[in-house]
């Protein structure tokens, strides 16, 4: 399978995903609103993305990496792009579920983004860098930026989802297990693929990310609109079973 194969897999993947999540999707609190958005927004951008990688518009050629096999290398700058919008909004919605009856910590929030911007920026640099010893502590300080944002949410989030009901911390719980399990892939590919030490073929790397951003928007985009929306369920449920009937005029 070709690289051009997974780009427009990933096109076809993430449009497709998008407009399940939009149609499943329920508006009938503001908060389900707007989980519904963020969850949909998220494979709409990576679509474009995917089409501009695609198309050629999201690349550049570039000399290999100082510890790569080969001369040259073809550099997918769309998917930082990608990512820098992306990765913050599913960390919002991930918060969203571990704070559903309120943000109670929007400081919890902006720590998880700024961490994970500062992940996303380095991490393009290490893909930019050519000389070793650059290249690997922009690596190593991409790392250290993703490990603040597994405590931000295993610790920081999980605090504060502690005051949900049970139902809502099993759905962060299973969220957030899902989502890091995926998102640990990605360094491991950026390290062996094309842009770090070359052990990976073009469309193998290409394949791998587009499966894991399928993973990471799509499935869990999913799973998390059908989580929100049982948790909304139950909310109604309470609501109408604790309010004083109104009585009806003569």
């Not at 040259?72 to 919605?93: H, K, N």
Request: proline share 4%; aromatic share 12%.
């Amino acid at each position: 399978m070709t690289p051009q194969f997974w780009l427009w897999l990933g096109f076809a993947g993430m449009a497709a995903g998008a407009a399940a999540i939009l149609f499943l999707g329920k508006r009938r609190t503001q908060a389900e609103e707007a989980d519904t958005i963020i969850h949909g927004i998220v494979p709409i951008i990576a679509a474009c993305s995917y089409f501009a990688m695609a198309t050629g518009q999201g690349s550049i050629v570039l000399p290999a990496g100082p510890d790569a096999a080969e001369a040259a290398r073809q550099f997918y700058f769309a998917r930082y792009i990608d990512w820098t919008f992306t990765t913050p909004l599913l960390l919002v919605g991930l918060s969203r579920t571990a704070m559903h009856s309120g943000m109670r910590r929007p400081a919890i929030v902006w720590g998880l983004i700024g961490s994970d911007l500062l992940m996303i920026v380095t991490a393009l640099a290490f893909g930019l860098s050519q000389v070793a010893w650059v290249k690997w502590t922009w690596f190593a300080i991409s790392c250290g930026a993703f490990l603040a944002v597994f405590y931000g949410i295993f610790v920081q989030l999980r605090e504060e989802n502690a005051a949900e009901r049970g139902d809502v911390r099993a759905a962060f719980l299973r969220n957030a297990v899902f989502l890091t399990v995926v998102w640990c892939a990605y360094p491991v590919v950026l390290l062996v693929g094309q842009d770090g030490l070359g052990f990976l073929s073009p469309a193998l790397a290409l394949g791998i990310v587009a499966v894991l951003d399928l993973t990471a928007k799509v499935v869990y985009g999913l799973m998390a609109t059908i989580q929100t929306t049982r948790a909304v369920d139950r909310d109604l449920t309470e609501t109408r079973t604790s309010a004083t009937p109104l009585r009806r005029a003569a």
